[in-house]
Nanobody, 120 residues
């Protein structure tokens, strides 16, 4: 079955950096785009960044542009999110996401999330 397992979250001071990882299994990773989302307390889940299947194209939410970088290693079936210049408002649970074709339908998959807390 499809599994997405995030890691790398934690507590970091403002201005610091973290790198999140999402290890995927149960599907042909190199065929599918991947995304990172986040959800802060009391707020809706929002898109952070996305990357195409081969990694040739990326997109970011405006507030993350220039600070966050999404990348992937298809040989390791892993997608990454490098986060620099972190701000307290980046505090959230970060989720890995993909949509995988299953016959005529598409199934949506989320990881369990990893907590990122930016605080002094």
């Amino acid at each position: 079955q499809v599994q997405l397992v995030e890691s790398g979250g934690g507590l970091v001071e403002p201005g610091g950096s973290l790198r999140l990882s999402c290890a995927a299994s149960g599907f042909t990773f190199s065929r599918y785009a991947m995304r990172w989302y986040r959800q802060a307390p009391g707020k809706q889940r929002e898109l952070v960044a996305g990357i195409t299947s081969a990694g040739g194209s990326t997109n970011y939410a405006d507030s993350m542009k220039g600070r966050f970088t999404i990348s992937r290693d298809n040989a390791k079936s892993t997608v990454y999110l490098q986060m620099n210049s972190l701000k307290p408002e980046d505090t959230a649970v970060y989720y890995c996401f993909t949509a995988v074709r299953d016959g005529a339908s598409v199934r949506l998959y989320w990881g369990q999330g990893t907590q990122v807390t930016v605080s002094s």
